[in-house]
Each structure stands twice: as C-alpha cells, then as structure tokens.
C-alpha cells in the first residue's frame, strides 16, 4: 500500500509541469520564439495541476512573459499573461 500511494505522489508532482503541452498551445495561438520558464505556482487557480511559465513573442509581435495553466479532464488549458 505504501508504495502506491508513493508512486501516485510521484505521478502527481511530475504532472505538474507539462512542457510539451504548455508548448502546444502557445504555438497554436500564434506565439513564436517560446521558451518555457519552468513552474510557476502562484499564477494559476489552485484547481489547476499544471502551470509551466513561458516568456514567447505573442501574434502581434510583443514580447510577453506569462503561465500556461490547465486542470483535469473537464478544465481548458489557459494562458495567463503578466502585467506588464
């Protein structure tokens, strides 16, 4: 038993980031020159499993730091931009 619930931990913490998804929407909403910044845990909803922070040229050309967060199953990834 102790060993599922660590594995199950293992397998949450790991899903915290995703950079190839994180990376995937920000590509399809037009940003270019994207590079990801790694977790960033105060810029998302606390029903959010992953939030990856990303500095990337937005589709009119400026540049723009901000997360991209998503929840399970049922919750759309987002893109949350800094105040600039």
């Not at 995703?18 to 590509?27: A, I, T, V």
């Amino acid at each position: 038993m102790k060993t599922i619930v660590i594995l199950l931990a293992t397998l949450l913490l790991f899903g915290c980031t995703s950079g190839e998804d994180g990376l995937k929407m920000l590509d399809e909403a037009g940003y270019t020159d994207i590079s990801l910044t790694g977790y960033n845990a105060l810029a998302c909803s606390e029903d959010d499993y992953y939030h990856i922070g990303f500095t990337a040229t937005n589709p009119r050309g400026k540049r723009v730091k901000g997360t991209v967060c998503s929840g399970f199953a049922f919750k759309n990834a987002s893109i949350n931009l800094d105040p600039e």
